[in-house]
């Protein structure tokens, strides 16, 4: 299974180099400009590919029990999947 996580996740690239994709890491000050266009492209493929995945994050942070969750920490994921149902649903009807 490959994986494409945000830059939060660049430890875990590293630890499993083909299975989880982390976005290129920032070229430092005085990069030559062929190497920085080819970082752009790469960073901007790989952004490109995890949008729908951060869309459905985003979606699921819109509903008001998870923007505070103040419950019992071992409900949230109980919780998480009813409002995730919930979503789904509702993109099911548009």
Known sequence: MKVLVDTGYQGLAK???????????????GAPPARQAAWEAE????????????????ELKWWRQLQRFTGRRELLP??????AGLVSDRMITW
């Not at 630890?15 to 000050?29: D, E, F, S």
């Not at 960073?43 to 985003?58: L, M, N, T, W, Y």
């Not at 109980?78 to 409002?83: C, H, L, N």
């Open 15 to 29: 630890t499993h180099p083909g299975q989880v994709t982390a976005p290129p890491l920032k070229l430092r000050p």
């Open 43 to 58: 960073r901007k493929h790989q952004s490109s590919q995890r949008i729908p995945v951060e869309h459905a994050i985003a």
């Open 78 to 83: 109980e919780t998480i999947d009813a409002v």
